[in-house]
Nanobody, 121 residues
Framework: VQLQASGGGLVQAGGSLRLSCTAS????????MGWFRQAPGMERELVAR???????YYADSVQGRFTISRDNTKNTMYLQMNDLKTEDTGVYYC????????????????WGQGTQVTVSS
């Protein structure tokens, strides 16, 4: 299973971006989806997570500004980011866990390649 992330870019503070992440390569089901980010010199941190039961988690720093969602028909998840702040700058990574159509693989966990988000003041 491979994940392809897109949607990053350069935006001014207060602006918006929408990130997308699509899974391909034999996805039977996806149980958990999440977006992480890594700022320069910092550890990767969880930004938002979406479970199979539509339960969500947001980091305190993005609560009320970011929204995670998914389109099961496309094996795609999104991160709508509004009112962006300079501290949101970083590389954003998507992560999915689920079950492969290939029974020899079974459960999978995959990361996207990362997409850069830069918020200027």
């Amino acid at each position: 299973v491979q994940l392809q992330a897109s949607g990053g870019g350069l935006v001014q503070a207060g602006g918006s971006l929408r990130l997308s992440c699509t899974a391909s390569g034999g996805v039977e089901s996806i149980n958990r989806m999440g977006w992480f980010r890594q700022a320069p010199g910092m550890e990767r941190e969880l930004v938002a997570r979406l479970g199979s039961g539509d339960d969500t988690y947001y980091a305190d720093s993005v609560q009320g500004r970011f929204t995670i969602s998914r389109d099961n028909t496309k094996n795609t998840m999104y991160l709508q980011m509004n009112d962006l702040k300079t501290e949101d700058t970083g590389v954003y990574y998507c992560n999915m866990r689920g079950y492969s159509t290939d029974s020899s693989i079974g459960n999978f966990g995959a990361w996207g390649q990362g997409t850069q988000v830069t918020v200027s003041s």
